[in-house]
């Protein structure tokens, strides 16, 4: 598995309890406007999973990223 | 590296300096000063005060090399990093304005938060912009087309060439700063601050407020661009020499651990929040709280939002393991306009709060204290304690009369540390500052003898999770949407269910399906997501039925009346007891009063 999956998949884990009931997770899953996380929700998020990469997530990534794809390969990018 | 110590040699003096420059001057005597901690807990920069003058009168020479005007203004990126401390106290050496600028990391908010600095830089006129280099990307797309004088970085500004000698403008009346109230793109709005105004209020936040001591430390994580930030934790560390540890207030709402690991390890004594701050380690500290002692920290602050008590309870109750004190809590009320601090409750007391009955609150205006126990008829507020000494106040009913003990109206203040106004915008000034400099603060409340308590807000400021957000700004954003029209939105703050505010977005829509009225209220709510951060129920109402003052202006608290209104007769239909956010989401959802 590439790191970009393995960080795909803890993502998707960790997601799971705050999606709506008629929801999956796809690629284009926009986080705000499908998942309906809030701000603080956000950072929940971020901390678990960098618990679960043990890497540190730079926060000025998530102001350019929307979709749930585009979340992975800002920080496959940047850790 | 090593933080600053706590304590030093050098003899604690209490603010009683002329200017922020003439405090630091004396501070860099020392050995305090400020340290900086990363997302980890991890000691990333320790800046001691004598570091802080030093490098703040060099880049104060490379602003003066620029040859601008004294008074030119500086926006600055506020992140909490030792750029910003440098730059903040350069414009005071060099008669420069600082303007600290909002920091946002929220997913997907780019284009918001460049709209956003482009609103501020453009109010405040600004003639340089800096940020820390993972900024720069916003500020330079935000000042694009704009003509500045210098836009930069924090880290590269040692390259830039530095005048021959410092020329000293710091004075009494020289500006401090300009303190934006609040992140509103469309409404921005600038308090301007003296030195002498700053000056007063933090002799007063020092001497009467915390009763600053030699042996106190400050943690903080609150937003430099934040008034309870710069003014209650930066300026008043600095102006009495005491250390700060400093977290980003990003990591903190990632990790609130980080904040009381920081207080015990570094046995920090003081440290100020919001009730969510409160709020957020109570929820997310479910074990492990024997890993902190917190019994070093005898001041914990709560002000720049209503003060909820039961937050503050939980939180004491969490953290008792920790051998935290509830004894620490201490309620003050405040705002920008003036400096920052207006009340503070007696040091060491803990919260008082004042139960009274419900019904005469709503009716009648006035809090009269209960002694029973049936929650249903009472209401709770926190005492804030004695205003200011330096101050006047007075609590006014709507035709301007002031009222007696106990009497629930508008609060006034008039005193030194008063804003001489928003910054280019008369208009603004005269509707909250009087000819005589009374100060209308736009809150409620009242008074028992000095001390205040606050009841509500008069002005429409909505605050979520310690965030302002000016209903203009809702309003506008529905107003955008092809099926609105200017007027036919109202935004207002309502009590949920649980206690806390919550952003409600009432709408007048012609739409007649209901599937495109959903799609619609579905699209504002996922956009005020977007651009805040927040959660906000829209409602859908018929057209012609947003309630107006008897001037014909919309009115905001007619709105307000009228949603709760509806809230309470669904909730007594329903009468048993579900869960309250649930009822709101589906009463904002599927409700249309046409």
Known sequence: MSRRDDIAAHLREILQPYLPPDRVIEPDTRLVDDVGLSSMQIMEVMMELEDALDASIPQNILPEVETFEQLVAAIDARI | MTQTPTQHRLPLRYADFVTLAEALDYAAGGETGFN???????????????????????????????????????????????????????????????????????????????????????????????????????????????????????????QLPKADALERRDGADVTAYLQYTSGSTKFPRGVVISQRQVMQNLSSIVTRGVQIRSDDRLASWLPLYHDMGLVGCMLAALTSQRSVDYLATRHFAMRPRLWLGLISRNRATISFSPSFGYELCARRIRHNATDFDLSCWRIAGAG???????????????????????????????????????????????????????????????????????????????????????????????????????????????????????????????????????????????????????????????????????????????????????GDALAFAAPSMTGRDAAVLVIQCRLRETGARNELTRRLEGLVRREYGIECLVEAVAPHTLPRTSSGKLSRSGARRDYVARLQRQARARSDSEEAETLAASNARSQYAG
């Open chain 2, 36 to 158: 900086f901690y990363d997302g980890r807990g991890g000691l990333k920069t320790s800046l001691p005060y004598a570091e802080l003058c030093e490098r703040s009168v060099a880049t104060a020479r490379r602003f003066q090399a620029m040859g601008l005007e004294p008074g030119a203004r500086v926006a600055l990126v506020a992140d909490t990093v030792a750029g910003f401390a440098e730059c903040f106290f350069a414009c005071q050496y060099a008669g420069l304005v600082p303007v600290p600028l909002p920091v946002t990391v929220g997913l997907g908010s780019r284009d918001a938060y460049v709209a956003q600095l482009r609103g501020l830089l453009d109010s405040c006129r600004a003639s340089i912009a800096l940020a820390p280099e993972e900024f720069m990307p916003f500020l330079m797309q935000a000042a694009d087309q704009m003509s500045l004088a210098y836009i930069g970085a924090f880290e590269t500004l040692d």
């Open chain 2, 304 to 486: 720049a939002e209503t003060i909820r008590p039961a937050s503050l309870q939980r939180f004491a109750e969490t953290l008792a393991p920790a051998k935290f004190d509830d004894s620490a809590f201490l309620a003050c009320y405040g705002m920008a306009e003036c400096s920052l601090a207006i009340s503070f409750a007696p040091v060491g007391e803990g919260l008082s709060v004042d139960t009274v009955d419900a019904e005469t609150v709503a009716n009648d205006h006035r809090a009269v204290p209960v002694t029973g126990h049936d929650a249903n008829r009472t209401t709770e507020f926190v005492d804030c304690g004695d205003v200011l000494p330096e101050y006047e106040f007075e609590i006014r009913d709507d035709s301007g009369s002031p009222l007696g003990d106990r009497e629930i109206g508008h609060i006034f203040v008039r005193g030194p540390s008063v804003m001489s106004g928003y910054f280019n915008d008369p208009d603004a000034s005269k509707a909250s500052l009087s000819s005589d400099n009374w100060l209308d603060t736009g809150d409620l409340g009242y008074r028992i003898g000095r001390r205040v308590v606050i009841t509500g807000r008069a002005k429409d400021l909505i605050i979520v999770n310690g965030r302002n957000i000016w209903p203009q700004d809702l309003e506008w954003l529905a107003e955008s949407q092809d099926e609105l029209r200017p």
